[in-house]
């Protein structure tokens, strides 16, 4: 408990980094999903208080996660239905602390009785629901109150109720903003969020101390079909072959070793030894060798990376690497999802330029995405991304546009704009030389791809801009020798 409080006295620059990206996707996520008509649900695992000091900070990102996340949706539905309401932390709202004190302390009471597992239940009158973990009673009961501050600092009208899991609800009865928040006092392994079916997507931010709490085979129910997730990765923490070592059950257990050889999950039988502790053991043992032999955190960061794809079944892996300002890497952030309109949310999230520039000194910190530091604000230059496609795809005949995107959304640090292939069409000698449908036909108008249909693109086997530049330099340098010659004589 001394570690969390101390830690919330005060904020660092990296932990700033994390809830900057993270407020950044929410900023996309939350309005895309409402847009379409979808419940937007968010779960912050390791929540927090909520707050950093004694502060009411006006930039979102200077809060905690949690509250970061209340403020965007309240932000999104004042933005999108023109609403007057403001944040405005001069409001009163100390005046019934001892109630509230009173109603968490009976709540929890009664919640120590039962048992430790915590189902938060589905709320399916509520367009947005956000539901909290948190473990430790002191920052359980700040949340909470820092909930209800933020309703109440925007003048939102609201109810709480606890249900029979001790989970505290604080539910907006404001109709113009249909949103609910679940607080639980419990820890990510025993919380479970119940399944909302396909018409919600659900976003999972999960930011521990270190990594003994996070196993695999609880993780893994956050991901899939319409779910995604935000994981701080404390790399740095797994740096030395000794930690690795040292921590051998938690380590089996954040990689998922465990019950991908064994039939059951839990420590208890990984203390045991059963007869499959071989083969989990084959791949810690793998895992401790590689990162003896190179490079630590990536090795383990790679390893990690991969556990998750094969446990998503998906390859729609980003991975963020924070370096401090001594060029240290302190930890990465990885980001997984199902969908590729997921991916190009996260990505175009890093890529919109800085909402609150006062907040963040953007020159204390780096973000790499495959070793090239993100700028974060919206920069990107087309040409090079035009460039990067057509070293990628020359040659090539009838590529997907969105295999295109693909590429470009996964293993580049770029956003997808329509623009960059048309500066390869425009060309004097354009390198992009075909685009037609599955039927053979053009785009109605010239230089464009309408959305909607899967354009298949062809493009030319080398640079014949390069090849006729080169062919200039070429001659002038000729000429240039010729007259030197020829005056010399
Ligand atoms: C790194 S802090 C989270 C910071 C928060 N996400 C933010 O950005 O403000 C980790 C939090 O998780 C809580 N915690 C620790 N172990 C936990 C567990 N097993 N389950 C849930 N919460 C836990 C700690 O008390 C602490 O408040």
Redo the contacts with the bound molecule.
Sequence with gaps: MAL?TN??NEDTIH?KV??FMYMRHLQAFVPITQQSRLRTLIY???????RYGENWPDAIEEL???LIALRVVIEDFIKRKRLEFSFNRLRNVNSDIGKYERYVQKVMKTFRKRSQKSIIMPDLETDVILNF????ED?YFELFLNVIHVFKFYGIAYKRSCDPCGVITVRSSDTAFPIGCNIAL????HTFLPDCGDKSRLMT?I???GFS?MPMSHVQNFFGQGKEVLITFMSSFLNRFKKLEKNKITVIELFGFDDEYSSSSSSSSLSSSSSSSGSYDSQYHKLLKDSKEMDGITRCTQFYENQLMRRANSDMVLTFEIRDSRNIRRFHLIFITNHQKGLETMKEAMNRGTQSPEGLSLSEYMILRKGIPLSLVNIQNNELVAETIFNEFKGKENVPISQIKHFILLDTPFVFRKKALTILQKEKNPRLIKVVNENNEHPRRRWSFPDGTEWLLTFRDRDENITATVSCLLLVSLLVCLTVLFSTR
């Design positions: 969390s830690f919330f932990g994390k809830r912050d695992a390791f929540a927090g208080p909520g905690g996660s949690p973990s948190e473990a430790d920052n419990s820890e990510f392994k931010f930011d521990p101390f709490d």
